[in-house]
């Protein structure tokens, strides 16, 4: 299998044992799962489905970002507890999961639940000389990781700028650089706080991960998995403190998914025309969706339109119909060809367009009963039609 590595920027062969250890980024429970979270999702479930269909078994870890700088406000905005709104918020997640057929993740580690590890982390980076306090916050020093950027590829003023788009604040004069990152910070009067040696508080965004990921699949893992936009500076962050404690690659491959966008204007819940699951779970089959997101590549940003549901829900109206009259097998040309297509940079497009063309030759020509393996090849792209 062939995927396009981030830190390399070239698509790559996969070089795996047996057992895969993924981990990809998860949600922040403070509002529905929408679009951009299935199309991220899906990019993962396809893989992992592909490398089992080769023989591995795949340990996919996917954390629950319960406390950070976005579900505080929200929470209290709606006047609740954060942990209240995290839960009902996963329990919508999940369920629109299970609906998209998703595999289920190993492990599921919460943020609030990591905190020791999290600490534990902080103290062997104030050990190894990587961090500083200023005005009661722990901060990492990027200057003792100096190969910081690796990931991203970027300028130091592209970085800047995407940081102070994406949680960070280059612009205090707190911090010594820039791009330092918070570790540990105090907590405001009503947002939840936890003892620590770093004083009362709670953790910063990148550490979170970086903890809950180790303490689950260890310090080096094989593929990790997350939206692009994630890529600075939440991974470029990750790795730097990772990689500082133990002096080993933080994860041998870094995958990708594009973000998606709204009949052109960004997706966003700040303007309001977020798509959600559960709404589209309404007007079309779940099985439809996926087809829906497999006609945009994982790596490219795309806009949805709101004709595409229903196309889909026609297209699989259509592979029902063709597999309804043929004596189904579990191996042919359409497989070979549809494991072709993923195993090339996860061309899922590609295998769509194979399962759609080889269901309206068999309706072409319904006279005949035909074997086909059309729906053990659309079951391996988690569309599951008998």
Not at 57 to 82: C, H, Q, W, Y
Not at 145 to 173: V, W
Not at 174 to 179: D, G, T
Not at 336 to 348: C, I, T
Request: aromatic share 8%.
């Amino acid at each position: 299998m062939r995927l396009y590595d981030t830190a390399h920027q070239a698509v790559v062969d996969l070089e795996l044992d047996n057992h895969v250890r993924m981990y990809v980024c998860g949600i922040t429970p403070y509002d529905s799962t929408h679009l951009g979270h299935a199309a991220t999702y899906l990019t993962y479930d396809l893989i992992i489905r592909r490398l089992e269909d080769l023989g591995h078994t795949v340990e996919m870890v996917r954390n629950v970002t319960d406390v950070d700088d976005s579900i505080l406000p929200k929470a209290r905005e709606l006047g609740i507890d954060f942990l209240q709104l995290a839960e009902q918020e996963m329990e919508r997640f999940g369920k629109d999961m299970d609906a998209l057929n998703m595999r289920p993740a190993n492990f599921e580690p919460r943020a609030t639940e990591s905190i020791d590890s999290m600490l534990d982390l902080i103290q062997q980076l104030q050990d190894g000389g990587h961090t500083y306090v200023s005005e009661g916050t722990t901060y990492f020093d990027v200057t003792t990781f100096p190969s910081f950027g690796k990931l991203s590829h970027l300028t130091e003023t592209e970085m800047k700028e995407l940081a102070a788009e994406r949680g960070g604040n280059p612009d205090n004069p707190a911090q010594r650089n820039p791009l330092d990152f918070v570790l540990w910070q105090p907590s405001a009067e009503d947002e939840p706080k936890w003892d620590s040696p770093f004083g009362i508080g709670r953790p910063g965004w990148h550490i979170e991960c970086s903890a809950m990921c180790m303490n689950a699949l260890g310090q080096t893992i094989d593929i990790h998995g997350g939206g692009g936009d994630l890529i600075f500076p939440h991974h470029e962050c990750e790795i730097a403190q990772s990689e500082a404690v133990n002096g080993s690659p933080f994860s041998r491959y870094w995958v990708h998914a594009g973000l998606v966008a709204y009949q052109g204007t960004k997706m966003s819940k700040s303007l309001g025309n977020l798509v959600f699951v559960s709404d589209l779970r309404e007007e079309i089959d779940p099985r439809a969706i996926r087809l829906a997101l497999m006609a945009h590549h994982y790596r490219s940003d795309f806009e949805w339109f709101d004709d595409e549901g229903p196309k889909a829900q026609t297209d699989l109206d259509l592979l029902i119909e063709a597999c309804a009259i043929t004596k189904p097998i579990s191996d042919g040309q359409l497989m070979d060809e549809v494991r072709e297509a993923l195993d090339d940079d996860l061309n899922a497009p590609r295998a769509r367009e194979l399962l759609l063309n080889s269901a309206r030759t068999i309706l072409d020509d319904s006279s005949q009963r035909h074997e086909s393996c059309v729906a053990a090849a659309a079951a391996l792209c988690g569309i599951e039609i008998r």
